[in-house]
C-alpha cells in the first residue's frame, strides 16, 4: 500500500525504460519499506544539519582535527565543545594583550610578555638551577635548599610528531671491534616529539614572547630579566596551549615558563 514517502522515492527515479517502476512487486515492497522508516533518515539529517556547530556537532572529534585540537579524554564533552567553540568562532589574532586577556578569562594565572628589546630567549627557556645544599645540611623549610628546576618550552604551530625507525641487532659471534658484524631487522617506529631549536639570530628574537608568572626589567633598558615559572593544571594543558596557538601573532613564537601538575 503506498504512502506519501514510497510516492516521493518513486518520483526520484531516474527516467528511461530501464527505471519503469512496476506497482505489486518486490520492488515496490522495498520502496513502501523504505518509506516507512523515514524516521531514520530524518533523524541522521537532523543532525547533519548540526554538524558544524561546535556545540551540537555529531561529529565532535572529527571537528576538533579539523581546527587542530587534540582530543583531550581528561576533561569532559561539554569542556571539549566549549574548548572547540572558542576556536571556531575566534576573530583572528588580536595581540599580545588580547592573548593575555582570553588566557586570564579562561583562569589561567599567567602573563604574556613581549621580548622587547630583544634578549635570547635561552636566557629565560634553557635555563638551569643546580640543587644547592647550604651547609651540607638541607631539608625541607630551608632557604638555602634549591630543587633542580630547568626552564621552559617552545610553543610554535602544535604538536608535531617524528617517527623514528627501531632495529633488531642480531648477530651470532659479535665482540669488540669487529666491523663485520651488522644484521638485524626492523621492528616497529618510535614516535617521539619534534622539539623546535632556538634561534642564535638576534634579528629572531623579537618574534619570541613568553607566557608566564610576574616578570622583572632592567631600569634603564627595559629589558627582560626574569620571569616567574607558572603551574597549569595537567588536565587542561591542551585547553591551555590551544588559545596560545588560536590568538597569538601567526609568524611568533611562544616560550612558555609553566609546567603542568
Known amino acids: 500500500m503506498s504512502n506519501i ?31 516507512e522508516n523515514w524516521l531514520t533518515p530524518k533523524s541522521y ?18 571537528l576538533e582535527k579539523e581546527y587542530g585540537i587534540l582530543k583531550d579524554t581528561r576533561i569532559s564533552e561539554d569542556t571539549r565543545r566549549n574548548q572547540l567553540a572558542t576556536k571556531v568562532y575566534q576573530d583572528g589574532t588580536i595581540g599580545f594583550d588580547g592573548l593575555q586577556k582570553q588566557l586570564q578569562d579562561a583562569g589561567f594565572d599567567v602573563q604574556v610578555h613581549t621580548n622587547d628589546p630583544a634578549v635570547d630567549p635561552a636566557i629565560f627557556l ?40 627501531d632495529y633488531a641487532v642480531v648477530c651470532g659471534n659479535a665482540y669488540a671491534g669487529n666491523t663485520d658484524a651488522v644484521a638485524g631487522y626492523f621492528m616497529d617506529f618510535t614516535t617521539i616529539d619534534f622539539e623546535y631549536t632556538i634561534s642564535t639570530d638576534p634579528d629572531a628574537w623579537p618574534f619570541y614572547f613568553f607566557v608566564g608568572g610576574d616578570a622583572t626589567r632592567d631600569s ?42
Open 126 to 165: 634553557d635555563q638551569n638551577f643546580q640543587m644547592v645544599a647550604g651547609g651540607g645540611n638541607a631539608y625541607a623549610g630551608r632557604s638555602d635548599a634549591f630543587c633542580a628546576r630547568e626552564g621552559g618550552e617552545l610553543l610554535v604551530n602544535g604538536e608535531i610528531k617524528q617517527a623514528i625507525p
Open 5 to 35: 514517502m514510497t510516492d516521493a522515492y518513486i518520483s526520484l527515479l531516474p527516467t528511461g525504460s530501464a527505471w519503469e517502476f512496476e506497482y505489486d512487486g518486490d520492488t515496490e515492497a522495498f520502496i513502501e519499506a523504505i518509506g
Open 45 to 62: 539529517l537532523e543532525e547533519l544539519a548540526c554538524v558544524r556547530d561546535p556545540l551540537k556537532t555529531p561529529l565532535l572529534s572529527d
Open 220 to 261: 634603564v633598558t627595559n629589558e627582560l630579566l626574569t620571569i616567574e615559572g607558572v603551574v597549569i593544571p595537567a588536565e587542561r594543558e591542551n585547553e591551555f596551549k590551544n588559545i596560545i596557538l588560536s590568538f597569538k601573532p601567526l609568524h611568533s613564537w611562544a616560550g612558555l615558563i609553566v609546567s603542568y601538575g
